[in-house]
């Protein structure tokens, strides 16, 4: 059991080493791979040894701990704002009002301020204990389970740390990842979102803890509060941050002077966009703790720091006009187009306006000199109108109410902000679009077909739905623009093989909207097959795992289409997998349909993750906690006793892990 207990500790120990390895300093040692295995390890060791389980273990990463309502949590320590100034005469100021209430000299700790969501985080023997949001200051929400999917907070610190400690930072999402969740979202006909600040903040609150786990979110941190801990200074503190396996920007600076702060400012200004995330400004913090002291608080920030904010990188200039996009789901973006102008080293000649309210609100008329600013967001936006430059002829802008593409009247769903041009069938975007969808990497894969030449098999009549794809012949492709004979018959092969590709992969390239490639999964899985998901209503949807009101919705209209049946049957006609494949099959069974089963304990047979996919192999729906809903309870041993009290008053079934294993066919009846 100790030698069990060992190698626990030990693969534990290797795994937070390369955590803090490749997110804390950018420099991983072992591939994904090997992490991967070695997590794997670990996980199976803690399914079958649940004595040794800790709240802290690197396996805690991955989340699944459902939030519904947080708890609010007062702050030990209050968590203050801070003062903006906006000039070098506003720092000034600040210099002369500190140095009326400290004697001697001050030196100053520069940071960048880091824009995203503010954290506290609590450490007591090195463990973490608590997370929580700045809320109002007094108190915040405690989001402790979704903190911990965050690879850059170390769940277990190294080196000499004091007992008890608070420790503050921000919670971000670097552009990269930001953008990479915005081409998802956008892929499967969802908004993509505004900026990474808010996201960053969103996150914190989604109550699935898994969903966080696959943001990449970051926690930068720079300030630790807290009695008896032997630091001198600001610089100090964040030296000690890094040491125990924080996540400390390397920015940070001692400043002797004013002189040297604006020189921090001054080469921070242009510098910052090359960080891989948002900075907003600078925070000049007096140094000396014993200074800080002295300075003390005003009711609302601290005394001893002051924030620097950049100048928003604005511009203005003339919009000469405004267009209307429309995307592969129908949804119409109007797009400022800009006298071209230079911000932030590139020349800007597009702007979002995102949708009609937005325009309204701003009054934003063609002809009006606009101010741009580029934040996080991919394109830049408009913010609003030099009214002083306003030509005395202009007059407000009409949106348009139909569609630029095809001429249908567009319409708006109640509470969402976005119009959609409905002519799903006819509108060549759309259809177009459709098609990409169809064809592109995770879906159809189709090898030598690209969205341009998707774009003209459209506009030549060659195509006008997925299906048509699979009459293509090489004679019909050959005399497009680029092709010759050899490509011809690459495109024609490429869509040839995609025959092949599997249900669930064809479920998504369908297109649905709200089904992207986790949900076509889980819908193939449960399905198994087209017909059977045509016939399903919007009430048998809801019942499988994680599909929502939204989903099932959009599927079950999707189906009411004759159009769409017509192009499945098609598809079905030419050959493509609608349902899932013989060896697929092998293992599912329809024996547990319409069971919700909680599994709790300690197994024998199988560890804990088999048996769930047990269960959902043989049609059931594994579910986390007991309710009245819940069908019987697969019961190990050891298991909880509150588990079981609960069990007793909802008069819940408890099945043996044999007597399950048999049911199932697992075992035979003689085992
Ligand atoms: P404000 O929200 O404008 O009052 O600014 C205060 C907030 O700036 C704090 O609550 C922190 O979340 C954030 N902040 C970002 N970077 C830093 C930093 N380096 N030092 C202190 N606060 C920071
Ligand atoms: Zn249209």
């Known amino acids: ?176 990842g930001f953008h990479k969740m915005n081409e998802e979202r956008i892929e499967i006909g969802e908004e993509p979102y505004r900026n990474p600040r808010n996201t960053a903040s969103g996150s914190l609150k989604l109550q699935d803890s898994a969903e966080v786990a696959k943001r990449p979110l970051e926690c930068l941190l720079y300030n630790i509060v807290g009695t008896n801990l032997g630091i001198h200074t600001q610089y100090e503190c964040l030296e000690k941050a890094k040491h125990w396996g924080f996540k400390v920007p390397e920015a940070a600076k001692v400043c002797r002077s004013m002189e040297e702060v604006f020189d921090y400012i001054h080469y921070w200004n242009e510098e910052r966009h090359k960080l891989p995330y948002e900075t907003d400004g600078v925070v000049v913090k007096v140094n000396s703790l014993r200074q800080q002291d002295e300075l003390g608080y005003t009711a609302k920030s601290p005394r001893w720091a002051i924030a620097y904010k950049f100048k928003a990188e604005r511009v203005s200039t003339r919009l000469n006009s405004i267009t209307y996009q429309v995307g592969r ?49 991919i394109i830049p936006k408009v913010l609003g109108v030099d009214f ?15 569609c630029p593409e095809c001429g249908t009247e567009l319409v708006r769903q109640e509470g969402e902000a976005q119009h959609y041009c409905p002519n799903y069938n006819g509108c060549k ?94 819908l193939a899985r449960h399905f198994r097959s087209l017909d059977a998901l045509a016939k399903a209503s919007q009430e048998d949807l809801v019942h499988v795992d994680e599909i929502g009101e939204k989903i099932a919705k959009s599927v079950v209209l999707f189906f009411s289409s004759n159009e769409n049946n017509y192009i499945i049957d098609r598809l079905r006609n030419f050959g493509v997998q609608l349902k899932i494949s013989e060896e697929e099959l092998v293992g599912l069974t329809d024996k547990l349909k319409g069971d919700v089963i909680v599994i709790s304990g300690v197994f024998e047979h199988v560890s804990r993750s088999e048996l769930k996919k047990l269960i959902e192999d043989n049609g059931g729906k594994v579910s986390s906690s007991i309710s009245s809903k819940t069908s019987y309870i697969v019961a190990g041993t050891n298991m909880g006793p509150s588990k079981k009290e609960k069990a007793m008053k909802l008069n819940i079934q408890l099945l043996s892990e044999n007597d399950f294993l048999k049911k199932i066919n697992f075992l035979s009846d003689t085992d």
């Open 388 to 402: 002083t430059k306003r030509l005395v002829d202009s007059k407000p802008t009409t949106y348009i109410l139909h």
């Open 329 to 377: 789901t129908g949804a119409i973006t109007p797009v400022a187009n800009l006298e071209p102008v230079e911000l932030s080293g590139t020349t800007v000649k597009r702007a979002s306006l995102h949708n009609a309210d937005q325009i309204e609100k701003l009054d934003i008329r063609v002809g009006d000199v606009v101010y741009v600013e580029k934040g996080g967001e």
């Open 1 to 176: 059991m100790n030698e069990i207990k060992q190698k626990i500790e030990k693969l534990r120990h290797e795994l937070r080493q390369h955590n803090y390895n490749y997110y804390v300093l950018d420099q991983a040692i072992i591939t994904d791979y090997e992490f991967d295995l070695k997590l794997k390890e670990l996980q199976v060791l803690e399914e079958k040894y649940p004595e040794f389980y800790d709240e802290n273990s690197p396996t805690q990463r991955v989340g699944g701990q459902i939030t519904k309502n947080f708890e609010t949590v007062t702050h030990e320590h209050r968590m203050y704002s801070l003062d903006n100034s906006y000039s070098k005469d506003d720092l000034l100021d600040w210099e002369k009002r500190i140095n009326k209430i400290v004697d001697g000299e001050i030196q100053y700790t520069c940071e960048l301020k880091y824009d995203g969501a503010s954290i506290s985080l609590t450490y007591e023997e090195g463990r973490l204990i608590k997370a929580i949001t700045r809320g109002d200051g007094y108190q915040g929400d405690n989001v402790t389970a979704n903190v911990k999917t965050i690879r850059s907070v170390p769940l277990k610190l190294k080196g000499d740390f004091p007992l008890k400690f608070d420790i503050r930072g921000e919670i971000i999402l670097p552009f990269e």
């Open 429 to 522: 975007p759309q259809i177009i679009g459709r098609i990409q969808h169809f064809i592109s990497r995770k879906a159809m894969d189709i090898e030598g077909l690209g969205g341009e030449t998707v774009a003209l098999l459209v506009n030549e009549g060659l195509i006008n739905n997925y299906s048509d794809l699979y009459e293509l012949t090489v004679e019909q492709v050959i005399p497009l623009e680029r092709m010759a004979e050899k490509s011809a018959n690459n495109l024609i092969e490429g869509i040839a093989n995609s025959k092949t590709i599997p249900f669930e992969r064809v479920l998504y390239a369908l297109g649905i909207r709200y089904v992207g490639e986790t949900v076509a999964k889980k």
